[in-house]
Structures are given as C-alpha cells and as structure tokens.
C-alpha cells in the first residue's frame, strides 16, 4: 500500500524545508511553497546551485502572510507580507512581476550569502503557466524551477543508497511528498496519474537532478553523492540523471495530509 510518510514546503525557494502534517493544495501548488526567491542584482532567481549556504535559512511563514527568517548566528529577521509589484525577476527565461521585501531582509540576506540580493515575493499580478508541452489545461507554478510539485519514494532511495558511496538522506533532493510501500524501486517512473487522499495529480515527468542534491541541507556543505551514484545508475537517454517525480495538481482547494494513501490512477 502506497502511504504519504512526508509534506515538505518551501517558503523561500532555495532555503530550509518546513514539515507539514496537511496542506492545501493552491492554484500554484501546495500553498505557502515557493513563494518568496532570493534574486541578485539582476532580479536573477539564486538557488543553491550556487549559494549552497541558502539551505542553513529557514523562513517561517507568519499568519499575516510575511515570514521570519533566522539562520545560526545572526538575530531573525521579519518580512511583511507581498505587496504591490515593485520590481522584475527572471526564472528560467520567464520575467515576472514581485514585491520586493524590503531592505532589512536584502542586507540580512546578502550578509548571509556575501553579495548584493534582495528577497521577492509572489505579486498579486503573478502568472506564470507550467511547460505547455507538459500540461494543455494552462495550470500554473510558483517559484519553483519549472513544475508545482516534487514526489519522491522511499524504496527508490533506498534501492540509491544501497550503490551509493555516501548514503544521502531524503532532503537532499528536496520533495514535496514523500511516499512509502512502492512495490519496488523506481515503479514511479512508469505512473501518468495519481490520487493523494483522493486529490488528483498529473504526473508531467520524471525530474532530472541538478547538483542541489549534493548539498548537505543541514551545513551547507557539497558533497560528491548521490551525484556518482545518479551518474552510474540513473542517468538517460539524454544524458541527464533522475530521481522523483514533477507533479501538476488537478483539483484546487483539495487537501493532502501525511498517513493518506496514494492510488495510481493511470500508468505509461
């Protein structure tokens, strides 16, 4: 039987994971998951592709609709909530309306990472639809790199770190769901469609890895796995290597809790 053991969000794309017990499921995705991106004096988004230092951040979102942000040795630091669009940022070629959140949190953040970035947030005139070649309902994402939502399963890291030369946790690939009893490893790769606690989902594509599993979510510190290991036992046709799945929700206003059990409801 296929359970949820795991919801994750991310309030700030690129830093510290919040553990949920239930979420909702948004017009964007699981609400209150990438909202907020740490962007360079470009209005470039900054992830821990290059600041790995990001995963030591944690941002904890207020009820107001702002965050407080603490990271080890520096006093917190509180955001309001977004506001009007105040500035452009880019993702992957996308340029977009935010709000930027203020200076206080732009000198803590830039303190923190050593050059010049501000802190955006989603502006109420945000739009930004999933690849079209993936998805022709026009459904939208948030932040996140290119899809709304990343489930991974525990019987395929653990079939991972079993060639692995540094067994590597669960929050290094950084998943939005995380789900146990898989019948074996990497079945994933073969699901089209799924019910989480009976709210649907697409599945758009197996998700190819860039180097952010390598960092340590903990430190900040990059290692050389699971990049060895994806390279040796994951890689594609293409050349890229994989682990997990992109998900697009179906059914907005659903909620998905951890204990709920999973149905695939269509195979490739």
């Not at 699981?30 to 992830?47: A, F, I, K, N, Y």
């Not at 709304?148 to 669960?170: D, H, Q």
């Not at 060895?228 to 293409?238: C, F, K, P, S």
């Amino acid at each position: 039987m296929l359970t949820v053991t795991g919801i994750f969000v991310y309030p700030v794309k690129a830093c510290a994971a919040v553990a949920r017990s239930q979420a909702t499921v948004g017009r964007f995705g699981l609400e209150g998951d990438r909202r907020w991106m740490v962007v360079d004096s470009s209005g470039q988004g900054v992830t821990q592709r290059t600041h790995p230092a990001l995963a030591r951040v944690s941002a904890l979102p207020t009820e107001d609709g702002g965050l407080v942000m603490s990271v080890a040795g520096r006093a917190e630091v509180r955001v309001a909530a977004p506001a009007v669009e105040s500035m452009s940022v880019e993702i992957w070629g996308h340029v977009l309306p935010a709000s930027d959140g203020g200076d206080e949190v732009a000198g803590w953040l830039s303190h923190v990472l050593g050059e010049a970035v501000r802190l955006a947030g989603m502006a109420g005139g945000y739009r930004r639809a999933v690849n079209p070649l993936r998805d022709r309902r026009g459904r939208e994402v948030s932040f996140a790199d290119g899809y709304p939502l990343l489930l991974c399963t525990e019987t395929s890291l653990a079939e991972l770190n079993r060639f692995a030369e540094e067994p590597v946790p669960m929050d290094r690939f950084r998943p939005n769901v995380v789900v146990a009893g898989a019948d074996g490893p990497w079945v994933e790769d073969w699901w089209r469609g799924i019910e989480i606690g009976g709210a649907r989902f697409d599945v758009a594509k197996p998700c190819d890895r860039c180097s952010v599993p390598q960092v340590d979510q903990q430190t900040g510190e990059r290692h050389i796995e699971p990049a060895r290991v994806l390279a040796r036992h994951r890689r594609g046709a293409d050349g890229n290597t994989y682990f997990g799945l992109n998900l697009i929700h179906v059914d907005i206003g659903a909620k998905i809790g951890v204990g709920d059990s999973v149905v695939v409801t269509d195979r490739r």
